[in-house]
């Protein structure tokens, strides 16, 4: 099977831009916390995630982290390969949140295709509006959003990705998700405990009442 | 004169490309203040700088504004035409900042053109990264930097922009700037005024230590 056909311009694409892409790309295999992609590092390829889940985050200058958006089953990855594009002046770094197989395309081979080819342009071109929307929703989650309702909306967003009423998740990790020291996540947590929306042990999280959260989270 | 030229691909256009934009483009002007593009409405088209600044900014639901970049001469505004690009999901408000200029490309004539011209498309995609960009630095600003930083590295900007030393802005205006309440914006501003980098009268802000603000901005 070709997964580049997974991306949905691919049968748009020349004969010869196909076999480029083919020829060049490979899959490779990540364990779960695994770094795909150094922010800092030169230009790793673009990441086409074929099983498993991908974190896309920044760290500040002091080590603090906050996820941007995470990667599923068919989402491309641009920013592991953002000499593509002069422009793109930041720096991500991309994790296996889960054990993760990918399909590496590498930069090199894209952009021959994508400064000839108007399709594959203008698909990349939407892959980075749908991501530059995810960030805009977060600034406007930081911005005017308080922490009880980002806190209550990523435990709810957590249940749907992992299907589970119990979170296995540290408040350091949820710290870097929300880009929020660990003793604030410890803070509001209790005060969830204390009105009866989770219960805590080591390590986990359990959600008691889905709709108490919901409300918190305005949605 | 053809502004269009101001687009640095516009010389690698079929020549009916470049006709169909220069036919559907006109010129228009706008006051300081004047509203160009509201995110909520329809599209309005691409905005090509010819003359002024332009603002575009982010409201909140509670009418609380953010100023995500500025545009200034030849630089393309992409997000008054958001509907040409499918993925962007998110609104942002242009307004002239000062007496501008534009030409306004609607958005039909390029659009067409973007979606056959690998050239127009990847220009287009250097266009957001470059935005995209701008916004991921306003994260980071927001998210590590405190906001005695961020005020004193706006003013040190708005001197630049301006090429004064006196900057007449409203305490208002500038907590739409930076997504703070006015009173955030006034109690700061007079910590400046006690530490004697600025001094404050009616509708200005005099900048007395640039070097001092150049410190507490961290440049």
Redesign the interface.
Known sequence: MNYLSYIPVFDHLARSEQERLSQASFIRKFRKNEILHNGSQDCTGLVLVLSGQLRVF?I???G?E?TMYRLFERDLCLFSASCI??????DMTVSAEKDAEVLMIPSEAYKSV?????PL??Y??????????D??????Q???KSFDKRLAGFLLEEMDIEETDTLRITHEAIGNHL?NPREVVTRMLKYFVNENLISLSRGTIEIKDRGGLQKIAGK
Do not use: K, P
């Not at 594009?85 to 930041?90: G, V």
């Not at 994508?114 to 108007?118: C, G, I, L, R, T």
């Not at 980075?128 to 929307?133: E, G, K, L, N, T």
């Not at 960030?135 to 406007?140: F, G, K, P, S, Y």
């Open positions: 920044t500040s200058e002091e603090r906050i594009i002069h422009s793109i002046q930041f994508m400064e000839v080819s108007a342009a203008n990349t071109n939407e892959v980075m509006a749908s991501r530059f929307s960030v805009m929703w977060l600034i406007d930081i911005l005017w880009g």
